[in-house]
């Protein structure tokens, strides 16, 4: 008896979710589009044509052949977008946000820098305006233009004729002052000539001059960065974690649904039907959960499988560990709902109220953005919402692609959760008028 | 025999149930009537084990609804005043619900849901959606959700509320088609034809009080005659000594101006009448029409409880 009438619960809230139209879209076609959305923005599956230039503008005032090389390797990089503007029109647009920095290069600058290359004093201003918004984008720009600026100042300093005069100036400036000791200035003059030198072979040369010296001098070294993924030479997918908090989140919608589902059944005559049947609290309260945590699992099967087979989303790690996360928090969920139908009042209310905690609970979880680049104090206080634990436990069994270990903690937070919830739900729940 | 003793049931300030005492023999069908606020809805609501009374005993065939409830509750079927039915699933994807809570599974609830829908004259139906059913042949659905586990006691609240005259009929007789397979039937309505016609006895209550147990005849019998006539006279008013003279006339009951005419009691249309008509005729009063009839539940119903409009929603359990 017992069992066939759970059964006959669960079989009918099924039915019903299967005929809710509505509710097939909303629970799967929406995250889907969202998650589609925000894996695209963060990274897509990897490919490098996903990136975004960043646009910058620069007004060159000096129009020096030092200060248009450096602009001429700024417009050559893949990572920026450069427009040639005056200055007003540069802060204008910094400004209003439609470029996120811009240099201006003074008059005199490459005079001015190749000169500061051999005497520390006289040093030109680059002006950097950057948008406080974009707080990465003023040091990017500021470690390119340094990149650049020191590749085309040495190029000058050891190959033009503004090096050359600038050399001249040194050596003069170094027979000249008293301040500098016999045996540094012997050993100064030497470099300043073996440099002078070194510039007039340059220019002699011309075009079959050492390449090397050619282009300046560069950073002497290579940093390869590696991207620390499942596996090596496998891509980064931003769909991974996408997926995995749209899933978390449009899931949780659903519980509130079934929540207030039964709130709703509360004012109908079907609600009577049930309690004047031989039926008991704890067989209601076990259905309502069985089936709640079946449709869950359900949404969850087919928004992964449309990660898994359209965007590319794969599962690195443990299997097991997904398969577990998976039901412990489609568990989680069903108790979630009966907790709210259990405590809530009028279903529009409820709704209301769940809606809010529910889109805080995936914010601050890490459904939308991924909690590390929350402030510290936020990381450690989302540590307390299940979501992020759902979140960070599914992204450590795709793309991190980490063992069952790894999902382990996830899944007993996830429990301890709706143990919570269902004590709730069991204490708070109405079962006799 | 369903035995309901004493039962009270009080929400907050509001008394729902005040003292409601009745018997219904097994196989029986009972009416429970009563003004809006009456009790009823309260009084079945704790028969069928909804709501625990405050004081009083339910008990059907010797086992009590308090101490019994599970295994009574296997015995009753609610036929609620509120459709119990999903819109969005099939006629049978509601009757397996329904039987399945009562542990009905495989070819025996299939057998139930035949059956049932049979009687209520939906099987050609069964796997339409109940979004596409008539308001009639919901309340015929509704009915069927609560026959699959076979109970002895159907309690009806108000089944045919808001249906039109063929669905009422046809509802009638799915009802006598249960009283026939001997099944005990307590059933409020507030149309007292349904009463008259289905019921072997009428429960009356009144501000949670029963007020009236009897048989419909017995009912009548409470009124001073069981028929009346309506005179339409042309003529000057009567006059309140003419009218106390038609009053006195032996074998009538009462006599009493109405619009245009005067209507009389009696229990004997035969020589009271003629004693009437003479005496109108005497007073220069011309009989241009005339009908007659016997007095309807509904007078009776009056009767007992007054003609006051009962406004007050019905208490609502906190």
């Not at chain 1, 008991?280 to 309502?288: D, P």
């Not at chain 1, 039901?327 to 009042?345: D, E, I, Q």
């Not at chain 2, 009080?209 to 005849?217: E, F, M, S, W």
């Not at chain 2, 009691?265 to 011309?286: H, N, Q, S, W, Y």
Request: proline share 4%; hydrophobic share 45%; with cysteine.
């Amino acid at each position: 008896m017992s069992y066939t009438a759970i059964r006959a619960l669960v079989r009918t809230d099924i039915r019903l979710y299967l005929t809710d139209r509505r509710a097939l879209i909303v629970g799967i076609v929406i995250p889907i589009l969202i998650a589609a959305f925000f894996g695209y923005v963060f990274g897509g599956n990897g490919s490098a044509a996903e990136l975004g230039r960043i646009p910058i503008a620069v007004d060159d005032e000096d129009q020096s052949n030092v200060s248009r090389a450096i602009v001429a390797d700024l417009v050559k990089d893949p990572m920026l977008e450069v427009q040639a503007l005056e200055r007003a029109p540069a802060t204008q647009l910094v400004r209003s946000g439609k470029v996120q920095a811009a240099a201006v290069v003074p008059k005199g600058f490459g005079d001015a820098a190749v000169r500061a290359l051999f005497r520390s004093v006289d040093k030109p201003r680059v002006e950097l305006l950057v948008d406080p918004s974009q707080t990465g984008t003023g040091r990017i720009v500021e470690g390119l233009f340094t990149q650049y600026g020191m590749q085309e100042i040495t190029k000058e300093a050891f190959g033009g004729a503004t090096g050359r005069a600038a050399l001249a100036q040194g050596l003069d400036w170094v027979n000249r002052v008293s301040s500098v000791d016999q045996p540094d200035r012997a050993e100064l003059k030497a470099l300043l000539e073996a440099a002078r030198n070194l510039s007039l072979r340059q220019t002699a040369a011309g075009s079959s001059a050492a390449p090397s010296l050619q282009r300046g001098l560069s950073i002497p070294y290579v940093l390869a960065t590696t991207k620390v993924t499942s596996a090596q030479d496998v891509p980064y997918n931003g769909y991974a974690h996408s997926f995995a908090g749209m899933t978390v989140q449009f899931i949780l919608f659903a519980g509130i649904d079934a929540g207030v589902l039964l709130l709703l059944t509360r004012d109908r005559g079907i609600w009577q039907r049930l309690r004047a049947a031989p039926l008991q609290k704890w067989q209601f309260l076990l259905a309502r959960t069985f089936a709640t945590t079946l449709i869950s699992l359900f949404q969850f099967t087919v928004i992964y499988a449309v990660a898994l087979t359209v965007f590319n989303v794969r599962i690195s790690g443990s299997l097991a560990g997904l398969v577990a996360l998976a039901v412990m928090f489609c568990v989680l969920n069903a108790t979630f709902g009966l907790m709210l139908a259990s405590v809530g009042r009028s279903a529009g209310a409820t709704r209301g109220i769940a809606m809010m905690v529910t889109l805080l609970l995936v914010m601050i979880g890490g459904a939308w953005v991924p909690s590390f680049v929350f402030p510290k104090w936020l990381q450690q206080a989302s540590l307390a919402a299940p979501t992020r634990w759902a979140v960070d436990g599914l992204d450590a069994v795709t793309w991190r692609g980490l063992g069952f270990e790894a999902a382990l903690t996830p899944i007993i937070v996830l429990a301890l959760s709706a143990a919570v919830c269902l004590a709730i739900a069991i204490w708070r729940f109405r079962w006799e008028d | 025999m369903l035995s309901v003793s004493h039962l009270q049931k009080r929400y907050g300030d509001r008394v729902a149930v005040a003292d409601a005492s009745f018997e219904i023999p097994g196989g029986r069908t009972v009416g429970l009537l009563g003004p809006n606020g009456a009790g009823k809805t309260t009084t079945l609501a704790m028969i069928s084990g909804l709501t625990a009374p405050d004081s009083g005993t339910v008990s059907f065939q010797g086992q009590s609804i308090q101490q019994d409830g599970r295994a009574l509750r296997l015995r009753v079927g609610l036929v609620p005043q509120d459709l119990a039915l999903y819109d969005e699933l099939s006629a049978a994807a509601n009757l397996e619900l329904f039987g399945g809570l009562y542990g009905l599974t495989g070819q025996t609830l299939n057998g139930r849901i035949n059956d049932a829908l049979q009687l209520v004259g939906l099987a050609d139906r069964r796997r339409d959606r109940v979004r596409s059913f008539s308001g009639g042949m919901k309340r015929r659905l509704n009915i069927a959700g609560a026959l699959l586990h076979d109970p002895d006691l159907v309690l009806l609240d108000e089944p045919t509320v808001g249906v039109d005259p063929q669905s009422r009929n046809a509802i009638f007789e799915n009802l006598e088609e249960l009283k026939r397979r001997g099944k005990t039937l307590l059933y409020t309505t507030h149309y007292m034809e349904e009463a008259e016609r289905l019921c072997d006895r009428i429960v009356i209550m009144d501000h949670g009080r029963v007020i009236a147990d009897d048989t419909v005849t017995g009912l009548y019998n409470r009124l001073p005659a069981s028929r009346a006539a309506l005179l339409t006279l042309a003529g000057p008013p009567l006059t309140p000594a003419q009218l106390a003279r038609v009053a006195a006339v032996a074998g009538i009951s009462a006599a009493v101006v109405t619009e245009g005419g005067i209507r009389i009691d009696t229990d004997d249309f035969g020589a009271p009448l003629g004693r009437v008509c003479e005496l109108l005729g005497a007073a220069g009063l011309r009989i241009t029409a005339v009908s007659s009839g016997t007095t309807s539940l509904e007078e009776v119903f009056i009767a007992l409880t007054g003609r006051a409009l009962r406004d007050d929603p019905a208490p609502v359990p906190p």
